[in-house]
């Protein structure tokens, strides 16, 4: 097991200069937050908490190099003067002074010891300072042997959870939205590819397949020197300690999150099949595993790349983000090509946006400006409703207010805007507006926002009176569920799939990181009853526009072609589609 050195980040210093003039965000992020353990360690939690507020902001800031290299990072959320120059110093320098520091007083494995469960840093200290363990494999030990439970805050049973913990915490991993997976994997595999002795680094795993939720970042890194690799590793400063994995090609990350990175360390020779297999899903290994066996030839020993791999086997290419290990080997083997998948290129325009007219940040004119920067031929401009009044919901009049506004931005845009509304369903199942105005409008969503506790009768009912209602609709991130933070709505699904098979309407799959709503096992559901579907971005910023490529991430691990999605079609027809009133 090797612990990051308390050293300076030469080599990530490297990186920020060998990408852009600064270092990435997520590493700045992590050391704001590394930070803030330490004040607390140093018992100054208003501090700590200044710099966790700043983290978060950092983590949300989509264009981070541009404001660093105009000054302009103060005024951001929790930014003020001081940090902007805290900020401004690590992205140029890559660490700080006080973070030396604090490094060089307290254990490398800090961080990760306040962070387990019922630990924290006023715990951590205490141990720290007690014991002084070297690392925490002995503070383990320490507290087999019951060492733990006379110190101050301690007991017996706080003692036997530490253990707990401390046992599993090589097994287990911080489980991400799958945004953040990405963006961290990104990070990783970008350090990575600065060490000599890497030839080249693929994002693999759950994060690849683009599954919503993911526990562990899996990296395959081609290189026939895997110990420089390791050490290399060593030195980022996301990564705590390095540990041996399963066998010798496979090193584990412990990252100062708490989370888990696997490197599957592979000659160029067997790219392709470690790429599979590190891919997954194991089922779908598991499948090709025996498909392999079944033509006398092992698996682990093709050679070549992925594709090669598949057509060794008898197959066509089989796209990440359908190897859920279900029916696509079998598809595939019968003759099924799955190249014709929608993509992001599909997408004709932006359904699902917000503007400052409700909850968003952004102008109409500048979503404008920004659907047209990613060549959409249209925006749909979908605010809430006025019953959703913590949203800054709109009323009739200033819905109409909006409408100017709207055909003014339209004089110097190519963009196609649409006037539309995310109107609520409410509790009996009515939608928010009168029809007299949904019928004026070019574009209805109707999505559920609040009584999310109804029982599953009183909502299988609400939603299909919403679907019924005489106009043509699009369900709104259909069941509402936050990805790790709240359950889908309690309905009879099927019930509702019913509904709107007779009556005219569509489904959303909503790209916001923390809705990935509707789930892909459900839109199948929904696509074999002929049911058509929106992808979007619920947008409530320019930037969040890119959210559409979850949104197509989604339909493609449902196998969604692009004649089963709406805004694949040209704008004419695409308005033709939508239209409220028939």
């Not at 019913?498 to 096992?521: F, T």
Request: aromatic content about 4%; overall charge negative; charged content about 25%.
């Amino acid at each position: 097991m090797t612990s990051r050195p308390i050293e300076p980040w030469r080599t990530c210093i490297t990186h920020a200069s060998r990408h852009s003039n600064w270092m990435h965000a997520v590493e700045i992020a992590a050391c704001l937050r590394e930070l803030a353990v330490y004040l607390r360690l140093e018992r100054e939690p208003e501090r700590a908490r200044a710099y966790e507020r700043a983290a978060r902001t950092i983590d949300a800031v989509h264009d981070l190099d541009r404001r660093l290299a105009e000054g302009t990072l103060v005024g951001l959320p929790g930014i003020g003067t001081s940090l902007a120059r805290v900020v401004t110093e690590l992205a140029r320098a890559g660490t700080l002074g006080t973070l030396e520091r604090l490094r060089k007083l307290w254990p490398p494995a800090l961080v990760e010891l306040s962070r387990l469960p019922d630990i924290g840093p006023r715990r951590a200290r205490i141990l720290v300072e007690q014991l002084a363990p070297r690392d925490l494999d002995e503070l383990l030990a320490m507290a087999e042997r019951g060492r733990v439970r006379d110190l101050p805050g301690f007991g017996k049973i706080s003692e036997a959870k530490l253990v707990v913990s401390l046992r599993s915490r090589h097994e287990r991993g911080a489980r991400r939205l799958l945004q953040d997976a990405r963006r961290v994997t990104a990070t990783l595999a970008d350090y990575v590819r600065l060490a000599p002795e890497a030839r080249a680094v693929h994002a693999s795993g759950e994060a690849r397949r683009w599954q919503e939720i993911v526990g562990e970042l899996v990296l395959v890194v081609v290189t026939e020197q895997p110990g420089a690799i390791r050490a290399h590793l060593a030195h980022h400063p996301l990564v705590v300690e390095i540990a041996d994995g399963e066998h010798a090609g496979v090193a584990i990350a412990h990252l100062s999150d708490g989370g888990l990175a696997r490197f599957h360390l592979t000659p160029p020779a067997l790219v392709g099949t470690t790429l599979i297999a590190a891919t997954g899903s194991a089922a779908h290994v598991a499948l090709l595993r025996e498909r392999a066996a079944g033509g006398g030839r092992d698996l682990g020993a093709i050679e070549g790349l992925e594709g090669a791999v598949y057509a060794a086997l008898g197959l066509p290419w089989i796209p990440p983000e359908i190897r859920d290990g279900d029916d696509e080997v079998a598809r595939a083997a019968a003759g099924e090509r799955f190249d014709d998948l929608v993509t992001i290129a599909d997408v004709t325009g932006a359904v699902h946006c917000h503007t400052t007219y409700s909850d968003g940040k952004s102008s109409i004119a500048q979503m404008a400006l920004a659907a047209e920067e990613r060549e959409l031929a249209f925006l749909t401009v979908t605010d809430h409703s006025h019953s959703a009044h913590y949203a800054g919901g709109l009323d009739d009049a200033r819905l109409r207010a909006q409408w100017r506004e709207i055909e003014a931005a339209q004089a110097s845009t190519p963009v196609r805007l649409v006037r539309g509304t995310e109107s609520d369903i409410l509790a009996d199942g009515r939608l928010d507006f009168a029809g007299e105005t949904l019928a004026e409008l070019e574009l209805v969503i109707a999505s559920v926002h609040n009584r999310h506790q109804l029982d599953e009768d009183a909502m299988t009912q609400r939603l299909v009176t919403a679907m019924r209602q005489p106009i043509f609709k699009i369900w709104g991130h259909a069941l509402g569920r936050l990805v790790l933070r709240r359950d889908p709505l309690p309905c009879r699904f099927d019930d509702v799939l019913d509904a709107i098979v007779e009556s005219p309407a569509a489904i959303e799959i909503n790209g916001d990181p923390n809705r990935l709503d509707l789930d892909p096992v459900r839109v199948r559901r929904a696509h074999a009853r002929g049911i058509r579907f929106v992808l979007s971005s619920d947008a409530h910023s320019a930037a969040d526009l890119d959210y559409l490529e979850n949104a197509v991430a989604m339909a493609r691990r449902a196998r969604l072609r692009p004649k089963d999605v709406l805004n694949t079609l040209p704008t004419d027809e695409f308005l033709a589609a939508v239209r409220p009133a028939r």
